[in-house]
């Protein structure tokens, strides 16, 4: 873990609504430069700790902090430092992309001068120049998300927050907000929350994630460590081809220190081991004079991860 302090800290956070707890006793905490995943079914909280941690909403328990900032007593701060871009964003439809940006900057009492030099830097920056003068409402989905992008750019915010940015959008458009997310966090060493039900698209950006389950953390971390905490001794999975993939090779292969089981399958063996054993099994099978086709460590992907998790939960 880094030595740096959270730049979002949530201490035994809970919000009740009436009898139900939408958040329940929330510990959580962000370093800056980092890209979170909250991932987690309909209902499970998500969007309720992001209120929380704008201070648009306040705990009925615990502690929230942004920056440094309290969320509940220094809000108006927060939101300074925060750039927050919600599911659905609401621009002036018959007002052009620049001007929208304009507004945004007076509202952050920016000077007219500066105002104009950051519209033009972040639109150029999300790809929206050449759109810069078009009527928002003839913008497409895609080109809205970036100019809210742009739009969240204006105030240059330590923090990001975006609400399942990638809603409505087609793969490609997918894929390229993804891009301009990562690129921006890397070059400004931004840290950005994002909540999202795109499985893959947060793999592929995140450095961790958050699965929730009513209003629960029930797990956390980096791919990898996720799928060690969720499939336990199963996390390490090699599959071989082998030639010849016969009884007596199989033997030699269980008998490697480390490995819980291995069995034989499409011309090779599928091993589940404590540790990495590849480097063992390619000895093994060249001191036994047998030819080696492929090697593979398997990874499980989020959505695995989900799946194995919300599997017979009843909860996805
Ligand atoms: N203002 C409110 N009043 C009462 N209950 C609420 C309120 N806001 C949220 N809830 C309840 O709290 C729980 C968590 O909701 P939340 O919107 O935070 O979940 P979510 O993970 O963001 O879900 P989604 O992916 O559907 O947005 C839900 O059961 C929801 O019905």
Sequence with gaps: MTAKEPIIRLYHVTKQYGDQKAVDDLNLSIYPGEIFGLLGPNGAGKSTTILMLLGLSEPTDGKVSVCGLDSVRQSIEVKRKVGYLPDDVGFYEDRTGFENLMYTARLNRLSEFEARARAEKWLS???????????VGAYSRGMRQRLGLADVLMKEPEVMILDEPTL???PEGMRQLLDLIRALSRERQMTVLLSSHHLHQVQSICDRVGLFVKGKLVGLGGI??????LFGEESIRIES??????EA???AVRSIGG??????S????????ERD??????RLVVERGAKLHELKRKTFGLDEIYHRYFEGRGSA
């Design 224 to 229: 990898s460590e996720l799928s060690r905490e």
């Design 241 to 246: 081809t082998v030639e010849p993939a016969d």
């Design 249 to 251: 090779m199989l033997e």
């Design 259 to 264: 490995v819980i089981r291995a069995e034989a």
């Design 125 to 135: 920056r999300v790809g929206l120049s050449d759109a810069r003068d078009k009527p």
């Design 277 to 282: 054993v590849a480097a063992d099994v390619a």
């Design 266 to 273: 499409d011309g090779g063996f599928v091993i589940d081991a």
């Design 168 to 170: 409505g959008l087609d």
